[in-house]
């Protein structure tokens, strides 16, 4: 009988053990690897995030800068810490194209995709030319002038993406040029060694302002709150979003519960005004996709970018 009443009650214990495991999470500093150098935009956003869950949860998060070939020297790192919610880290669409470049093997489904926490809106930017001053235009010029267009881009990066689903959606042929970071490009267009090039607001406002590059588009799914006036690219008739996304991954293995745990934090901290704020005078559009919905959104990216391989590539 003794032997009975004891079994009930270990049987019992594991079945509270892990809700009572997941409201205790964090019981101590939880190590954010951010596979980013300091200053960035990746670094300073995510900042915000580590601060927010020190005050949500108690526990200190320390960030920790791991840089290196874009992003994957970090990653490959925090591969093989310990599944115990002790350590995160962060991904963005450079992952994915990384793994389809075979840069690394290494993918978003190498992780646990917890939460989606920040956008920032790319603007299709135009030089000031006597071909096209906005989007119909530019795909009427392109059309009719293949491989007259020449795009700005990073190879095998985020922007040569983004310009390789404008050309592959609209059916478009363009030249691409290589420059190594946004900067560089907006200086090019400003020169007019370009036609167009893409990036967030801020790289290229001042010249839009003043009258010398124009915002031809969007890739958001509805019109920004920084420029009402520019149409999104769903408008002109492409079915695609090009934004850089940030979001919090787990290491393979992580206990389901404390996933679950991590994310109601990360949700509670996207909540706050103080979050929502400073990540928009930092550029970004505080944004929360939960686990499921961030995931949904990987894999369709990451097959999006799997059928533009060629174009990286050649």
């Known amino acids: ?59 200190a998060v320390p960030v920790i800068n791991m840089p290196g070939v874009g992003g994957n020297v970090g990653l490959a790192e925090f591969a093989k810490r310990p599944a115990d919610g002790y350590t995160i880290s962060q991904i963005h669409e450079g992952l994915l194209v990384s793994n389809q470049t075979g840069i690394t093997e290494l993918n978003w489904d190498s992780f646990i995709p917890v939460a989606l926490v920040a956008s920032s809106p790319q603007y299709l930017t135009l030089s000031k030319n006597d071909n096209f001053s906005n ?119 992580t206990p389901q519960e404390t996933v679950d745990a991590l994310e109601a934090h990360i949700e509670k901290v996207m909540q706050r005004e103080d979050v929502i704020k400073l990540m928009k005078n930092a550029g970004a559009d505080p944004v929360f996709y939960g686990q499921e919905k961030y995931s949904a959104y990987l894999e369709k990216l990451n097959a999006t970018i799997a059928k533009l391989v060629g174009k990286l590539e050649g």
């Open 135 to 253: 989007f119909e235009e530019l795909v009427a010029y392109a059309k009719a002038h293949p491989g007259a267009v020449r795009a700005g881009v990073t190879l095998g990066g985020i922007p040569h993406v983004h310009i390789a689903m404008i050309e592959e959606a609209m059916g478009l042929q363009f030249s691409y040029v290589g420059y190594t970071d946004t900067g560089e490009r907006i200086r090019a267009l400003m020169g007019g060694n370009i036609d167009i090039a893409i990036g967030d607001i801020s790289s290229a406002k001042q010249f839009v302002d003043n009258g010398d590059l124009i915002y031809a588009a969007v890739g958001t799914e509805e019109r920004t709150d920084d420029a009402p006036d520019v149409p999104t690219l769903k408008e002109l008739g492409m079915d695609a979003e090009l934004v850089i996304t940030r979001g919090v991954v787990l290491p393979k293995g």
């Open 1 to 59: 009988m003794f032997r009975k009443i004891a079994v009930a009650a270990g049987l019992m214990a594991a079945a509270f053990a892990a809700p009572a495991q997941a409201q205790s999470y964090p019981e101590k500093p939880i190590e954010f690897i951010v596979p980013w150098g300091p200053g960035g935009g990746s670094d300073t956003l995510m900042r915000i995030v580590a601060q927010g869950l020190t005050e949500e949860t108690g526990q």
